[in-house]
């Protein structure tokens, strides 16, 4: 499996944002044109986006069948994808292509993202949550506002998970080198 090309995408482009548009199921993003934001999001030759961001929330969605599919034709490189956002939608559940078919566009979302916002839905089983283990690049996942919050064995990250965590990050991080500008002197 070769890497990801970072460089054909910027994760400086705006994200492709389609918040707040009644969007009910995946399928609607491939006729529905996304939010105009203060910047335009840059296309390829083909007209797909070259953005890393994706914004679906305050929607409808109950679940995301089609989803690797529908965002294939949306990006231009799906596999940079680092940013979605399905808060505040109806999901039940965290299968990101529950009735994938095989096919050469059918592809996985073990590549990415890195952020994945959960928060303000209808999960209720803590096993569903298990299934983001096939995420190597998650780095940030929200899920309060979910019912799942009230399931025995469910806990947000207390004090003592941020202060492990930071031991953990100074004695496994290096430190980045500061330069100093010759100029700035």
Do not use: C
């Amino acid at each position: 499996m070769s890497k990801p090309d970072y460089m054909n995408t910027s994760v400086q482009e705006p994200p492709l944002d389609y918040s707040f548009r009644s969007i009910h199921v995946i399928q609607d993003l491939t006729s529905e044109e996304p939010r105009t934001g203060l910047r335009p999001i840059r296309h390829s030759k083909s007209g797909k986006s070259l953005t890393q961001s994706l914004w679906l929330n305050n929607n409808v969605l109950n679940d995301l069948r089609d989803f690797s599919h529908v965002v294939s034709l949306l990006l231009e490189h799906p596999e940079n994808l680092a940013w979605i956002d399905l808060s505040f939608n109806d999901l039940t559940s965290i299968d990101p292509d529950p009735y994938q078919r095989k096919s050469s566009y059918s592809m996985s979302w073990k590549l990415f993202p890195s952020v994945l916002y959960l928060h303000g839905n209808s999960i209720q089983r803590l096993g569903e949550v298990n299934k983001l283990a096939v995420l190597p690049r998650l780095r940030s996942l929200t899920l309060h506002g979910n019912p799942i919050e009230e399931e025995k064995g469910y806990s947000g990250v207390t004090k003592a998970d941020h202060a492990s965590a930071e031991v953990w990050k100074r004695m496994n991080i290096k430190p980045k080198k500061v330069r100093i500008k010759q100029n700035a002197l």
